[in-house]
């Protein structure tokens, strides 16, 4: 079973840096993804980022710039850094998880795992 647990949200000044980390674990296929979306107040969920098994990032146009996924295997960690935080990324950030194949890792309906989620909040 595949298990997914974001942490590091919590409260950062605008302009300041934040790494959320999902750890990742209880994959059995070789090709698969893990992505990062947000849902911010009021708003639909937005997908940010994937990256495949094979270290092979994607981002969405919003996300191109600031957003940074990374991947650790050894540690079955998945990190999004977030740098120049502004208060529209008051958002909460969930880790979801395609566990075979890696097309559509930017789009929600085809994900098959999410964690709960790691609220972010930037003060201006």
């Known amino acids: 079973e595949v298990t997914l647990v974001e942490s590091g949200g ?3 000044q605008a302009g300041g840096s934040l790494r959320l980390s999902c750890i990742a674990s209880g994959f059995t296929e070789d090709d698969y993804a893990i992505s990062w979306f947000r849902q911010a107040p ?3 969920r937005e997908g940010l980022s994937c990256i495949t098994s094979a270290g092979r990032p994607s981002y969405t146009d919003s996300a191109k710039g600031r957003f940074t996924i990374s991947s ?11 740098d120049n935080l502004k ?3 008051t958002a ?3 880790c ?3 566990i075979k194949g890696t097309f559509w890792c930017l789009r929600g309906y085809a994900m098959d795992v999410w964690g709960k989620g790691a609220l972010v909040t930037v003060s201006s």
């Open 10 to 12: 919590g409260l950062v």
């Open 42 to 44: 009021g708003k639909e």
């Open 72 to 82: 650790d295997n050894a540690k079955n960690m998945v990190y999004l850094q977030i």
């Open 87 to 89: 208060p529209e990324d």
């Open 92 to 94: 909460v950030y969930y």
């Open 96 to 98: 979801a998880a395609r």
